[in-house]
């Protein structure tokens, strides 16, 4: 069955980093659009970044360009995430998710529901 399990968040001053990992397995890693979105309290859940492994094309929310960089391990099945110059307002639980539109088109702005599958979360507390 499907699994996605995320990992490394935690709490870092402002200005920190912090490297998120998303371990996968249950589908064909190597050909999907797997993507990373964020939910603040009483906040919707936003995309943040998205990377299209058959290819590498990655895509970004606005608000963390040129901080934020998606990649992908497609020998380990892996997804991350690295967060630089982090601010309060990137806390926020993080999630994985993957399957989303063929080829990673308009990966940020799709419906959640386009995402077949999603996983637990992890907090990322920036203070």
């Known amino acids: 069955h499907v699994q996605l399990v995320e990992s490394g968040g935690g709490s870092v001053q402002a200005g920190g980093s912090l490297r998120l990992s998303c371990a996968a397995s249950g589908f064909t890693f190597s050909t999907t659009c797997l993507a990373w979105f964020r939910q603040a309290p009483g906040k919707e859940r936003e995309g943040v970044a998205a990377?299209?492994?058959?290819?590498?094309?990655?895509y970004y929310a606005d608000s963390v360009k040129g901080r934020f960089t998606i990649s992908r391990d497609n020998m380990k099945n892996t997804l991350y995430l690295q967060m630089n110059s982090l601010k309060p307002e990137d806390t926020a639980m993080y999630y994985c998710s993957a399957e989303g539109p063929p080829y990673c088109l308009q990966a940020l702005r799709v419906p959640e529901s386009d995402y077949k599958y999603w996983g637990q979360g992890t907090q990322v507390t920036v203070s």
């Open positions: 990377i299209y492994t058959g290819g590498g094309y990655t």
